[in-house]
């Protein structure tokens, strides 16, 4: 049995399955990449909720597995050594557990999809979650709408280029990949939770919007949108 006790986090967090890997998450955009990729690999895993409401995410034993207090981050057992392995940031993960599965990411478009990954990681998620933080949180009550226009128009043309690609295939890169696993739940996210769907034309994307339907239809996706028990 995997003697986890060296990591600090598992003093707040502690681990029933020690053996499996240990997700520390929540719900967000960015925690649901690497909840879906564990259902679509089929590797064991021990889900733990990061609670925001209670700050969860700066506590120090938090802080401890990532210094950068953010979600999701977990801690392998059974590391590339045979050691434990401690890691965040959600792309770093994706690529990590595709790498350890040989699944989701196919060798001859290894770094494709990694470009395709760090276009989601620097566009598509940072945009988005501005046009929610404008639209639905806090930021709209400023009365200056210029930041909101700015994502709002910045956010159509990511749809737009993502628009373009699936203009003649299902998935990002043809098959499905962790390109796809990390943009399903942003995309959701807009028209779902920011309600923004209408503010960013979202009709108007019809390969995307079909996309969006065929990866929410995976027995994988809507298991890995509610690992940590919350929507």
């Known amino acids: 049995m995997a003697d986890l006790s060296q990591f600090p986090i598992t003093r707040r967090w502690p681990a029933q399955h020690p053996d499996r890997i240990q997700l520390y ?10 909840g879906i990729m564990l259902e679509e690999t089929g590797l064991a895993y021990e889900p733990h909720l990061v609670d925001f409401a209670t700050d969860d995410q700066k506590t120090p034993e938090f802080l401890s597995l990532n ?6 981050a977990m801690i392998d057992p059974d590391g590339p050594t045979g050691r434990p392995l401690a890691l965040f940031e959600s792309g770093a993960i994706l690529i990590y557990l595709a790498d350890k599965t040989g699944k989701f990411i196919d060798p001859e478009q290894r770094y494709e999809t990694i470009a395709w990954l760090m276009w989601q990681m620097g566009g598509l998620g940072p945009m988005f979650g501005q046009v929610g933080f404008f639209h639905k949180f806090a930021g709209r009550d400023y009365e200056d709408k210029r930041p909101l226009e700015r994502y709002v128009n910045e956010s159509k043309r990511l749809l737009g280029v993502l628009d373009t690609r699936l203009q003649d295939r299902d998935w990002i890169m043809g098959d499905y990949s962790i390109a796809d696993i990390a943009s399903l739940g942003w995309v959701r996210n807009l028209i779902g ?9 979202f009709d108007s994307y019809r390969n995307v919007a079909a996309w969006l339907e065929r990866g929410l239809a995976r027995p994988a996706v809507q298991h890995g949108l509610l690992v940590t028990g919350k929507a």
């Open 193 to 201: 939770f920011y309600g923004a769907g209408e503010l960013a034309g």
């Open 67 to 72: 210094p950068n207090g953010k979600i999701p």
């Open 25 to 34: 998450s929540l719900n967000t955009p960015n925690g649901v990449k690497v």
